[in-house]
């Protein structure tokens, strides 16, 4: 008997996702590319520990804004900001369980482009083309907003500006290239948001909605 995926190695491995053995390098090669493994696989969770306890700091060229400081205090100071966004992914994935750390890291992406060019006096939006990143995209600006009202609203203060959020979104971005590995189907980052950002859990048992048009 072989594995079913490369036909020529035994299978030894339990794979959830196929519901059958497949072989110890199929299982490291095809995880989170062809394989959409469930968060709680044991092999996933070995692996995602070796990755963070064996990464390597981002070069200079993979540092994402490199040029745009963003100091820990200013990131304390509104880290409400980071909750709500990070509570709206939570949410979102809870909803429809195809989302992944890269159509995630999309839509953050696209919506700094957004507030870094709102920071200049321009507006321009181009938020994702992908169905599933542009639902998240539209959720994560709706949710910015009301964040913003409501640190107003609470301090007496002027909102944060276009250009502090713009800052607060590069942390959350840098964040994301960190937690992530980078395939396909990876979801580390959302396990990291998870483990950080629990949620009450009432929501948590949510039953799965789809929520892209």
Known sequence: MSCPICGKRPPKRF???KGEKICALCCGQEREVTIDCPVDCAHLISAHRYETEHRKPPSAQEFPYREVQVEPDF?????HVIHSLASLILRSHIQN?????????AAIEALAVTYRTLGTGIYYE?????????ALYDQLTETLQESRQAEAAHTGLPALRDSEVFRLLVFFIR????????RRLSRAFLEFLRARFPLPAE????EPRIIVP
């Open 97 to 105: 369980k195809e989302l992944t750390d890269s159509t995630a890291i």
């Open 175 to 182: 964040v994301a290239k960190q937690e992530t590995n980078g």
């Open 203 to 206: 929501e948590a048992k949510e």
């Open 126 to 134: 181009r938020p994702p083309d992908a169905p599933m990143a542009r």
């Open 75 to 79: 990131v304390y100071e509104h880290w």
């Open 15 to 17: 794979c959830p996702a």
